[in-house]
């Protein structure tokens, strides 16, 4: 199962949970088991064209999936994935 | 807000601001030609391929201490050329820190009063820095991050258009100053093909600019930019639409980005002292994912990575002491650290 780190913008809509499983072999599929659960997310995180949305950043194990694969980018077993909002510089 | 008169020009003598920008006159022609210095010896032999090395370039050693006074030189010399800045005005301009600084010490030398526009979680230093060379401070929301930053000042630029705002996020003399000087500077001292850059991911002009350049020289060489992984405390933004990608970036030119938290790059930054290396929180950001890299690397393989400033402006924070990652991690979460 890889493991999704909620946003706190979205958490309204995941009942207020920081963390949830997902199963699924690559990212799209990871997202689709998260929307079965949540369904309002995917309009959140997916645009029209079925690509994720220009302000979101989605991360597999650290790395930006835009330099991997994207969607497609293949999940190991205990991936972590990370869903943030884009920001300028350094946030932190 | 704290108001500071404005500055005047150098002591004694009334200065030319135009002669001094052209003769690159006193400590503006201090920025830049930076060391680049070996620091293989904090790659572990066991896992890194033989002869792979690992350089850093110190741009710490820039007048007032960071990278930003290359990008803020060359911000400012372009818009005095081009007349949107006209001599004696005031520079307006959202920035961590290290951007406001530069702003202010060549302000200054030039005669521009600063305003910078900071989110109010930032260490001390920042703010006496600021206040040294003459700067006022302005602080946006802790918890809006720098987008907070970049939302207030845009709105008091709008509001007064007697102010100039360089907007480092958008101005193409954020990555040029980089195309121009560091990058050259860095394919003249490596002293071998570049096969990697890591550098911390802020505006994105470092890794923009030094990018395209070495692109042309070595067509295979990776860009990898090092990138805050927040913490929900600086994450309250009310919508992902109120997310903001700085025009500067264009992230389809980065071949990797990779999320680093606040304990290893704290880590990192400790490391650096094994180099000799006192370094901002950033540049140990960027040394965790150049070691990353360096496993990977072929052997002979050249790696750089750039330390954008130096310790002293974190001394407050405390991560050089005795605390550990756990620690850390609690500790900074409420921080803004580059």
Same mark, same amino acid.
């Given at each position: 199962m890889a493991t999704f780190r909620i946003p706190p913008v979205l958490r309204p809509l995941t009942d207020e949970q920081v963390e949830v499983e997902a199963a699924g072999d690559t990212l799209a599929a990871a997202f689709e088991s998260l929307f079965a659960s949540y369904p309002d997310l995917r309009s959140r995180v997916i645009g029209d064209d079925g690509e994720l949305r220009r302000f979101v950043n989605v991360y597999v194990d650290d790395e930006d999936v835009r330099t991997l694969d994207g969607l497609a980018t293949a999940l190991e077993p205990k991936a972590s994935i990370i869903v943030l909002p884009a920001m300028a510089g350094g946030s932190r | 807000m704290t108001s500071v008169p404005a500055p005047g020009g150098l002591a004694g003598a009334p200065v030319d601001p135009a002669a001094l920008l052209a003769q690159g &006159?006193?400590? *503006?022609?201090?920025?830049?030609?930076?060391? %680049?210095? $070996?620091?293989? %010896? @904090? @790659?572990d032999p066991a896992t890194t391929a033989p002869g792979v090395r690992l350089l850093a370039k110190l741009e710490s050693a820039n007048p007032s201490g960071s990278v930003k006074d290359r990008v803020a030189l060359s911000m400012i010399t372009r818009a005095r050329e081009s007349g949107a800045l006209q001599p004696g005005q005031m520079i307006l301009e959202p920035t961590s820190g290290n951007t406001g600084i530069s702003l202010a010490m060549i302000g200054r030398v030039l005669g521009h009063p600063v305003r910078a526009v900071m989110p109010a979680n930032v260490t001390p230093e920042r703010i006496g820095l600021l206040q040294l060379f003459g700067a006022e401070v302005? #602080?946006?929301? &802790?918890? *809006?991050? /720098?987008?907070? /930053?970049?939302? !207030?000042?845009?709105?008091? &630029?709008? &509001? $007064?258009?007697? @102010? #100039? !705002?360089? %907007?480092?996020?958008e101005n193409p003399a954020n990555p040029d100053a980089h195309y121009h000087g560091t990058a050259p500077e860095l394919i003249e001292q490596a002293g071998a093909p570049i096969d990697a850059f890591v550098s911390g991911l802020g505006t994105g002009g470092t890794l923009m600019g030094?990018?395209?350049?070495?692109?042309?020289? #070595?067509? $295979?060489?990776?860009?990898?930019?090092?990138?805050?992984?927040?913490?929900?405390?600086? !994450?309250? @933004?009310? /919508?992902?639409e109120e997310g903001y990608v700085p025009p500067v970036l264009d992230a389809s030119k980065l071949d990797r980005r990779i999320l680093v938290g606040n304990a290893a790059s704290v880590a990192g930054t400790r490391e650096l002292t094994r180099a000799g290396i006192f370094a901002g929180v950033s540049a140990g950001a960027a040394l965790n994912v150049a070691k990353r890299i360096a496993k990977q690397a072929a052997p002979g393989a050249t790696i750089v990575m750039l330390v954008a400033d130096s310790g002293w402006k974190y001394l407050s924070a405390g991560i050089w002491d005795d605390r550990d990652e756990a620690q850390l991690e609690t $500790? !900074?979460?409420?921080?803004?650290?580059?």
């Open positions: - | &006159a006193g400590v *503006l022609s201090a920025i830049g030609h930076t060391p %680049l210095v $070996d620091i293989s %010896l @904090l @790659l302005v #602080f946006s929301p &802790a918890e *809006l991050g /720098s987008n907070g /930053s970049v939302r !207030m000042a845009q709105e008091l &630029a709008a &509001a $007064d258009p007697s @102010l #100039f !705002m360089p %907007l480092q996020y030094v990018g395209r350049r070495l692109r042309e020289q #070595f067509p $295979d060489v990776k860009i990898v930019a090092a990138e805050p992984r927040p913490g929900d405390s600086i !994450m309250g @933004l009310r /919508s992902l $500790d !900074m979460e409420a921080g803004h650290w580059w």
